[in-house]
Structures are given as structure tokens and as C-alpha cells.
């Protein structure tokens, strides 16, 4: 259950009313925002009644201790705000309603009195220059009060806000900036000032603020002006009725499921009716968003559930294209093959996408914790360093056709989508998988190459982190993986590497039916390769590839053996597909911050996986080779049921923990 602590300040009981003190509507606009636990410290000598728990505080060293004993009381997020903070209620729920695992800032430039800080891709880095200011409320979340329960300031370094803010940043701890702009908000120190910022924002026309911040205003070209043209009306029409985020998701899946099942029946002018139901799941899959940001209805299960539902329409679309393609006579191995090509190099990619950005935030908070950067090294690092900076200048110019360029070339969602509706409708199921996928390598190779670069330029190793093993999914066999005697900080990349173009070998060995011992035998060293490092450090500025190669090495030695084993191609892409969600599970509780799964050992960890497939593989070839179709589908079926069952048992633990 989350608490909130209100820091002494000596414009909190500045008078708003004849009965109101500006300490008393922050207490009330907290519990509004759904934290019914709030205490506040106050100095000695102060006789004012407040309607909440009051603790006696000398100074700001005693407020860190008393804001440590009740940050360790209990098990969820602190919020933290200082007793002379005005803000509409809009901007205490922007920090309070987010469920996540983050950590977070109030900022804005509303207050030139408030301290100044520096802002670099939405994180709070510290002190810094202007024009970005401190807000006065923050939050701590759990997982970030456990790595500071032994790392907690004893003395405060000017006040206790910025002091815990400081034991943040200290800890490397990503600080994300909450911003509501054009609501002012400020610290004040009379009744006056309070007055006044509080008319500021009750001047705006709260309804369109929220419409128009409802609406990313960096989405991709499709969904700018195909999409977010039309839906606020579809959104504010969504609020009217009560609808809340997620039977919107709902909706989403349930057009798409449509789309799939139409395309599945083979290729007729029926797909221009799949093609609108493409198009409908794509706004109702934006408007939850847009409808979640407009009402403020956020929830970590929703996060969750959105980003997980975006893959499994987008899989099941290619299954129903793949199924239409052999419907109308497609080889099943061309038809198949390219959805589980299709799948695997998404699934790649983004696990690739989702470990750059933690690179990414990664150097921000080391490098401005130390408060320097080293220098590039070599051509291949001050190349990226260029790169990186024209990439920069390039996405700065908002909505330029340079700037268009740059977020298509790189397949974002709404342009498969219309890919593959286009295509499907024009071409046929086939020849729509095919132009998907060649899209999907040529961006692979973009980001991949442009990456790479930055990566040397950065110079941070964003797989120094003590949950790797979690991350890896090594499970209990990657425990018994002894450290690899071979030092260097390039050795498991390397190792990675390696497993990875095994089993891409193995792959094309088993599409053009070489002996099945020749692409088992591939698959086979893949495993070792990969699994030989999971216990050694990764400390290598291109180890964040290790997760994308992982699921790269997974997915492409089940792959081997299906096909080596003639297993039934629907079975061998749902078993795929299981894997590939199985691990946007991971991408969702680092992109998002949210994921209701909090074990995975049951899962068996992705060497075991590879094994039971290979194993199974090779007993049908020398037996009866149904086996591996029963075993695929048994371990589908077994992968399915530990996920659903742990995202089950996370979301009523989080609901029991939320209502305690």
C-alpha cells in the first residue's frame, strides 16, 4: 500500500480560506488522488490541526528518519511532497496515479524561486541549469526503496526532499520527470502567492488541456494523421459513457481476432472487410491509451495488458495470413515459414529496442552522476558520438519530412499494419508476410548498424546489473553453468554472437532438408554457446545485444528442430509465439514498469526449452515422428499456463496489496 509523507515548510499553513490552509487542500487532493495514507512532519512549536497523522520533526536530518521509518513499514511506493506545494489536482494525480515501478519528479518552469535541475530523455539527473525546476512532490518506488533500504541519508544536505533525491541519483536510480504543462503549479510562502497560482490554473480549460495531452504528439505518420485526427471525439465520446482503458483494449484484440480469422479463409475481396477490422483494432488500440491519459485512469495491469495485447494481435494476424496463404494453395513451409520469420525478427527487434533504451538511460544517470563522460575512443566511437547528435537534430525537428523519414524507416506499428492490410488486399496473404519481412531486416540492419555505433560512443554497459539472470531467463539449468574461464569484456557478447549464427545455421540447414543430425547438431552448439556465458559478467558496451540474441538462439533452434522433425507448422508458430509473448513480458516491466509477473523459474528458463524441443525432435526422427508435434504442443500449452497463471497471481496480489 502506497504513503505519502508531507515535508515541513513554512508556507504550508499560509491561509487559502478562513478554514483552509494550503497544507490542508495538499492532504485533501493526496487522498483524492487515491492515497488515503498521509503524514506529515512538522516542526516543534506548531499548533495546527491537520485531518491527518502527525509526527514531531526538529530539523531536516530528523525528517530523513522519519521518512525512512515509514517508507520501510510498508511495501508500497512513498510519495513525498513539501507542505507549501500549490498544484492543481490534475498534477498531484500525474505523479500519484502512476502504478509503475518508476520513480519519479515533479518538474516544470513555472517556479523561478524552486531549485533548478537537468533533464535529459524525461529523467531528472540532478542539479543543473535552468530552465527545468523541482516540484516539490516525488515518488519512490518499491523496487527503488529496496536498493535504498541500506543506502538511506543519515544527514540531510540541505532539505530532506533534495537530500533523497540525491541518495537517487547516488544509486544510479532512473528519475523520471513528471510534467504537466501549462498548469502551474509552485512551493509559496503566503497566502497570497497561493491564491494566485491557484487562479493561474484554474484559468485553463481543463477539458481541452486534457483532450490535447491526451494525444502523443510524437506518435509515427500513420497514427498522427490517419488515427489522432478523428479519435478525441471517439475518446471524449468513450468518457461520457464511462468506459474505462482496458474493455477498450478488449474491443481492440476483438477486431483483430476478426481480421485474423477472415484473412485465415484465403484470399478473396472478403479481405477488405479484414483490412477495416485491421484499421478499426489500430484506433481502439490508440484510444485506450488516449482515453487512459484523458480521464487519468492509469493502472499497472492496463500498461501491462496493452502492450502485450499490441504483439498478440499483430502474431495472430500473421497466423491468419499464413493460414490464408495455404488455404489458396502455398506450400505450408513458404506460408509459415515467413510468419514465424515475420514473428521471430519483431520479437528480435524489439527485445533489441527495449535494451537500447535501458543502454540509453543507463549512460544518462552514470554519466551525470559522475558528472563527467569519457571521451570516444577510436573512429568508430566518435562516429556514432556524430551520429547520435544528428539523430538528435534530426528528431528535434518536429514533423519535418527528415523527421518523418526517421520514425518510418524503422517499421513502427501503424506502418505494418497498413503494410499488411494494403498488401494482403492487393497482392494476396503471401506476398504481404513477404514485403512485412524484408521491411522488418532492412530495419534491423538500420538500427542495428546506427546502434552499434552509439553504443562505443556511450561507453556504458547497460547489463551491469544484479537481476541479469532474471532478464537472461537462464533458469535452473544457467545455474549450473560454471563461470567461463575466459576473461574480457567482450567474451559473452562474442559467446552470444556465435550462439546466434549457429542457429541461424541450423535454421537454413533445416529448410533445405540436410541430415536431421546436421541441424540438431547446430542447434546443439547454439545452446552451448549461449548458455556458457550466463554466469560470467557482462560488463561489455554491446552486451545490451545479449537478451535479442538470447531470444534469437531460442527461437531459432526450436525452429530447427521442428522443421528437422517435421513438425506441424500451426503447432511449431504457436510454440514460437508463446516464447516470443513469454518474453515481452520482460520488455513490458522495463519499457512500461509494469508487469504483474513476479517468478519465472517455473518456466524452465530458455536453454531447458531448447532442449525439451531438440530432444523431442530427434526422438521422432528415429521414432514416430507425431512425438515432437505432441511435445511442441505440450510445451506450448505448459509455457501458456505458467504465464497466464503468474500473471493471474501478480495481478490479485497487487489488487489485495492496493486495497490493504
Known amino acids: 500500500m502506497s504513503r505519502a509523507v508531507i515535508l515541513p515548510a513554512r508556507g504550508g499553513y499560509a491561509e487559502i480560506t478562513e478554514d483552509t490552509t494550503v497544507v490542508d487542500r495538499l492532504i485533501a487532493q493526496i487522498r483524492d488522488a487515491g492515497c488515503d495514507d498521509v503524514t506529515v512532519l512538522t516542526?516543534?512549536?506548531?499548533?495546527?490541526?491537520?485531518?491527518?497523522?502527525?509526527?514531531e520533526s526538529a530539523d531536516a536530518t530528523a525528517d530523513l528518519r522519519h521518512l525512512a521509518e515509514l517508507a520501510f513499514a510498508g511495501d508500497g511506493a512513498l510519495f513525498v511532497a513539501c507542505a507549501d506545494l500549490v498544484a492543481s489536482p490534475t498534477t498531484i494525480a500525474a505523479v500519484l496515479s502512476d502504478s509503475s515501478r518508476r520513480s519519479g519528479v515533479l518538474v516544470g518552469g513555472d517556479d523561478p524561486t524552486a531549485e533548478p535541475v537537468h533533464c535529459e530523455r524525461g529523467l531528472v539527473t540532478g542539479p543543473g541549469p535552468g530552465p527545468v525546476r523541482l516540484g516539490g512532490l516525488a515518488k519512490v518506488s518499491a523496487a527503488h526503496l529496496a536498493r535504498l533500504r541500506r543506502h538511506w541519508p543519515r544527514r540531510a544536505e540541505g532539505d530532506a526532499f533534495a537530500s533523497l533525491l540525491a541518495a537517487l541519483h547516488a544509486r544510479a536510480i532512473p528519475v523520471n520527470a513528471y510534467r504537466t504543462a501549462g498548469l502551474e503549479h509552485r512551493q509559496v510562502a503566503t497566502g497570497d502567492e497561493a491564491r494566485a497560482t491557484i487562479a493561474a490554473f484554474e484559468a485553463v480549460d481543463m477539458d481541452a488541456w486534457r483532450l490535447k495531452n491526451a494525444i502523443k504528439h510524437d506518435d509515427d505518420f500513420f497514427a498522427t494523421y490517419a488515427v489522432s485526427t478523428w479519435t478525441p471525439h471517439l475518446v471524449k465520446l468513450s468518457a461520457r459513457l464511462g468506459w474505462t482503458p482496458t474493455p477498450?483494449?478488449?474491443?481492440?484484440?476483438?477486431?483483430?481476432?476478426?481480421?485474423?480469422?477472415?484473412?485465415?479463409a484465403g484470399w478473396s475481396w472478403w479481405y477488405l472487410a479484414a483490412a477495416l477490422l485491421m484499421y478499426a483494432s489500430f484506433v481502439f488500440d490508440c484510444v485506450d491509451g488516449q482515453l487512459a491519459r484523458y480521464t487519468q485512469n492509469f493502472s499497472s495491469f492496463g500498461g501491462w495488458l496493452d502492450m502485450m495485447a499490441?504483439?498478440?494481435?499483430?502474431?495472430?494476424?500473421?497466423?491468419?495470413?499464413?493460414?490464408g496463404a495455404t488455404a489458396g494453395g502455398v506450400p505450408a513451409p513458404a506460408a509459415w515459414g515467413l510468419a514465424i520469420a515475420a514473428m521471430a525478427t519483431q520479437t528480435i527487434r524489439h527485445t533489441a529496442d527495449t535494451w537500447y533504451a535501458v543502454l540509453l538511460d543507463?549512460?544518462?544517470?552514470?554519466?551525470?552522476?559522475?558528472?563527467?563522460?569519457a571521451p570516444p575512443v577510436g573512429r568508430a566511437a566518435h562516429l556514432g558520438q556524430r551520429l547520435g547528435s544528428a539523430s538528435e537534430q534530426v528528431m528535434g525537428a518536429h514533423r519535418t519530412p527528415l523527421y518523418w523519414i526517421k520514425r518510418t524507416i524503422v517499421a513502427p506499428v501503424g506502418e505494418r499494419w497498413l503494410l499488411l492490410a494494403v498488401a494482403a488486399v492487393a497482392f494476396g496473404p503471401q506476398a504481404a508476410l513477404a514485403a512485412l519481412l524484408v521491411w522488418q531486416l532492412l530495419a534491423l540492419g538500420y538500427t542495428t548498424a546506427g546502434r552499434t555505433l552509439r553504443s562505443l560512443a556511450a561507453r556504458t554497459a547497460a547489463l551491469r546489473r544484479p537481476d541479469r539472470a532474471a532478464h537472461r531467463d537462464d533458469g535452473p539449468l544457467g545455474k549450473l553453468v560454471p563461470r567461463s574461464p575466459v576473461g574480457g569484456d567482450m567474451t559473452p557478447f562474442a559467446a552470444t554472437a556465435a550462439a546466434v549464427l549457429a542457429a541461424g545455421a541450423a535454421v537454413v540447414a533445416a529448410a533445405f532438408g540436410t541430415p536431421p543430425w546436421v541441424p540438431f547438431g547446430l542447434a546443439g552448439l547454439a545452446l552451448v554457446l549461449a548458455a556458457s556465458v550466463a554466469r560470467t559478467d557482462h560488463e561489455g558496451l554491446l552486451d545490451w545485444f545479449i537478451p535479442a540474441g538470447l531470444r534469437a538462439v531460442e527461437l531459432g533452434a526450436v525452429s530447427a528442430a521442428g522443421i528437422a522433425a517435421g513438425v506441424s507448422w500451426p503447432v511449431l508458430y504457436t510454440l514460437l509465439t508463446v516464447i516470443a509473448l513469454y518474453f515481452y513480458d520482460l520488455a513490458a516491466g522495463l519499457d512500461k514498469?509494469?508487469?504483474?509477473?513476479?517468478?519465472?523459474d517455473l518456466g524452465l528458463g530458455w536453454p531447458a526449452r531448447s532442449l525439451i524441443a531438440i530432444a523431442a525432435a530427434?526422438?521422432?526422427?528415429?521414432?514416430?515422428?507425431?512425438?515432437a508435434t505432441v511435445v511442441y504442443g505440450a510445451l506450448a500449452v505448459y509455457v501458456a499456463a505458467v504465464f497466464v497463471g503468474a500473471v493471474v497471481t501478480g495481478t490479485v496480489r497487487a489488487s489485495r496489496a492496493a486495497a490493504a
Open 43 to 55: 516542526r516543534p512549536g506548531t499548533d495546527r490541526p491537520v485531518k491527518a497523522a502527525q509526527i
Open 248 to 264: 477498450i483494449t478488449w474491443v481492440s484484440i476483438s477486431f483483430a481476432v476478426g481480421a485474423a480469422a477472415v484473412f485465415a
Open 310 to 323: 499490441d504483439r498478440s494481435k499483430e502474431f495472430l494476424i500473421y497466423a491468419g495470413l499464413a493460414a
Open 362 to 373: 543507463t549512460a544518462v544517470v552514470r554519466q551525470a552522476r559522475t558528472r563527467e563522460s
Open 593 to 600: 514498469a509494469a508487469s504483474p509477473v513476479a517468478r519465472r
Open 618 to 627: 530427434a526422438i521422432a526422427v528415429a521414432t514416430v515422428p507425431a512425438v
